[in-house]
């Protein structure tokens, strides 16, 4: 059975958490593949409302497994916190959550890492949500990690200290001291080690090449967003993994031709959080409602979301890297009263107009609008395509038409409920 992808297109928060817990009823496995506490995503149903980080988004489903795969870096704290968050629920992890033994923790030291080289950077730092992400896949690829299969075998303290010790003479390096109290951070990891030890620890990529032989149906869960990809995003704004539908291959061990539906994820508008480039930004009162009407609040830092216009020559570059094979369009309610909207729909750079997403968009860039007529309807009671007022439904069209891919599904809020199939 073939295996589906569902990504972000832009810089994150697209709504990823909410499609996956709605399609779930549908498949038999979701995967998260990469990323890791720097991911946050939201999901609301029957008056609650949930943040995952690590977790993958069908964990609600009673069925559903739930597998964090070789391709994830997990801080064993933050696992931990999110299980016992669950507790009302009371889920059978058991039976439901595995975790890859081949995927990387992230230290204590891996925190203070990020918190130190983000502090040297000053005005210029990423904007890293502090979790200790980049440190923790620089290790991976230095071949120094520490991988969650390690905290079952014999050696496991003496490997943790030497990369602590490891890291500890790094942080002296950086132009820019931080406080800290790593003794209370080793209390709280080495409590969460032995809490993890508990859950099913399991070879995932063989676990999923059975799962494909028996014909279960696979959703693989994607973090962030195109954009925010090492090798294709705002370099250096980025984060520190693929982002794109190749990381659902590494990160699972799925293999290319294995992926059938790639599900493309984008907001009716566009959202930043942290540093770096974003050309359809405002600043104005535009920027301001949407902020304030989508609650652009980041949900894992809380931070507030840079807003602006969306962006054509962005998704139609994210479309393409990635193979989407269907669009789902988010928070278009968040749009409702405005006058009239607009569409960037190529850059003027000072070498001349261009119309794909070019190396250079940190300087001269000015996007390139068409404007089309807004709709006052509130749009979060409708529970049908056929109710559309009709200059959305023209919004719809006109974003469809070019992107040349289809909108299948449009969300008019946060609910579950609130999801209506084209
Ligand atoms: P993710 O990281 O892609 O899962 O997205 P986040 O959870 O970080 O951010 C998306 C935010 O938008 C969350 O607060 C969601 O509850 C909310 N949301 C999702 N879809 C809609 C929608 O169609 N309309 C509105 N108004 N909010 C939405
Ligand atoms: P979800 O999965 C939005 C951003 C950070 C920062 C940059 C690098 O919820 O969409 P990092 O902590 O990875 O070193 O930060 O990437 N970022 C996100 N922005 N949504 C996310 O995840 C993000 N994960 C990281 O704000 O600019
Ligand atoms: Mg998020």
Not at 139 to 147: A, E, L, P, S, V
Not at 163 to 179: F, N, P, R, V, W
Not at 377 to 390: K, N, R, V
Not at 394 to 408: C, F, G, Q
Request: aromatic content about 10%; some cysteine; proline content about 4%.
């Amino acid at each position: 059975m073939a295996v589906d992808l569902l990504l972000g297109l832009q810089w994150g928060d697209e709504g990823k958490g909410k499609i996956v817990d709605v399609l779930t009823t549908s498949y038999d496995i979701i995967a998260r593949f990469q990323g890791g506490p720097n991911a946050g995503h939201t999901l609301e149903f029957e008056g609650n409302k949930h943040v995952l980080h690590t977790i993958p988004s069908g964990i609600f489903h009673p069925k559903a497994i739930n597998l964090i795969g070789n391709g994830v870096v997990i801080d064993p704290v933050i696992f931990k916190k999110e299980i016992d968050n669950l507790a009302p629920y009371q889920l059978d992890f058991s039976e439901k959550l595995l975790i890859s033994k081949k995927a990387h923790l992230i230290l204590p030291t891996h925190r203070l890492l990020d918190a130190a080289s983000e502090a040297a950077k000053g005005k210029a730092k990423i904007g890293s949500t502090l979790k200790g992400i980049g440190p923790t896949y620089m290790d991976k690829t230095g071949r120094n990690g520490i991988r969650v299969g390690d905290i079952l075998a014999t050696d496991w303290e003496e490997k943790y200290k030497r990369l602590t010790q490891k890291h500890l003479g790094m942080l002296k390096a950086y132009d820019a001291s931080i406080e800290y109290d790593l003794k209370s951070m080793e209390i709280a990891f080495s409590e969460s080690i032995n809490a993890l030890r508990q859950f099913k620890l399991v070879d995932s990529e063989q676990y999923l090449i059975e799962a494909q032989r028996e014909g279960k149906k696979i959703l693989a869960e994607g973090a962030q967003g195109s954009l925010l990809d090492v090798d294709f995003g705002t370099y250096p704004f980025v984060t520190s993994s693929t982002t794109t539908a190749a990381g659902a291959c590494t990160g699972l061990g799925v293999a290319p031709n294995k992926i059938k539906e790639v599900y493309g994820i984008f907001k009716a508008y566009t959202t930043r959080v942290g540093s770096g480039p974003f050309p359809t930004e405002l600043f104005d009162k535009d920027g301001e409602t949407m902020g304030r009407v989508g609650h652009e609040f980041g949900a894992t830092t809380g931070r507030s979301r840079r807003c602006g216009w969306i962006d054509l020559v962005a998704l139609k570059y994210s479309i393409h890297i990635n193979g989407v094979t269907q669009l789902m369009m988010m928070k278009g309610d968040v749009l409702s009263g405005f006058e009239k909207l607009k569409i960037c729909t190529a850059y003027k750079t000072t070498s001349g107009v261009m119309d794909y997403f070019p190396y250079d968009i940190n300087s001269g860039i000015e996007p390139i609008y068409e404007e089309i007529p807004g709709w006052k309807e509130d749009l979060t009671q409708m529970t049908e395509a056929s109710l559309f007022p009709a200059n959305f439904q023209a919004y719809i069209d006109y974003l469809e038409k070019a992107l040349e891919t289809p909108i299948k599904i449009v969300s008019v809020g946060p609910d579950r409920k609130q999801t209506i199939f084209r």
